[in-house]
């Protein structure tokens, strides 16, 4: 059983990820096509992605904003990239200009781009309360818990004030960049 919440707090409840991504796609595209959306990596918006891609395929340089919820700090062509998963499942065809696609960039130090995607979400994002605020945020949940990259390990983090924060994996110790939670939660 897979669901998603909509702004209305209406919950969807769907048996299968399929028929979740099917739903789901539809329901951006009515609602969140020409805005600004903060999108997760790993597995779980793989099969939405696909989706998106496949009913938007007629269209081209569409306006869309998209911003990432966290990344791995590894080169954009990792396969551990969340960029990367994207870009071979949302971004081919031209569907989107590419000038709207806002990255973080894993392969930068990680105290740096903490800093500078967070200038990057205050320069193209409208600011509700003096915060960037997206219109829409796709978020997973991995199997420990965690959402973003703010692990169980790390709750405080995702309380900082800083629009971003670098998180680090329980198990692999590897660094990540995530939206802390009052961005996450002004959107």
């Known amino acids: 059983m897979v669901k998603y919440v909509n702004c ?5 409840i769907y048996k299968t990820k399929e028929e979740l991504s099917d739903k789901l796609s539809d329901y951006i595209i009515e609602n969140y096509i020409n805005s600004s959306i903060a999108i997760s990596g790993g597995t779980s918006p793989k099969i939405l992605f696909k989706t998106l891609s496949k009913k938007l395929s ?19 062509d990792s ?13 081919k065809n031209n569907i989107f200009k590419p000038e ?5 960039k894993g392969e930068n130090d990680p105290e740096e781009e903490v800093i500078n995607y967070s200038k990057t979400l205050r320069k ?19 199997d420990d818990g965690h959402t973003a990259s703010i692990f ?3 709750l405080e983090k995702f309380k900082e004030s800083n629009d971003c924060v670098l998180a680090t994996h329980p198990t692999s110790g ?11 939660n002004n959107s």
């Open 8 to 12: 209305n707090m209406n919950i969807n």
């Open 58 to 76: 007629k269209n081209i340089n569409l306006e869309t904003k998209f911003f990432w919820v966290d990344e791995r700090c590894v080169s954009p």
């Open 79 to 91: 396969e551990e990239s969340n960029y990367k998963m994207t870009k071979e499942n949302l971004f």
């Open 100 to 104: 709207n696609i806002f990255r973080i």
């Open 124 to 142: 193209n994002l409208k600011l509700v309360n003096n915060l960037p605020s997206f219109e829409l945020v796709i978020l997973g949940l991995g």
């Open 152 to 154: 169980p390990h790390e």
């Open 174 to 184: 590897q660094n990540r960049i995530s939206l802390s939670e009052k961005i996450i």
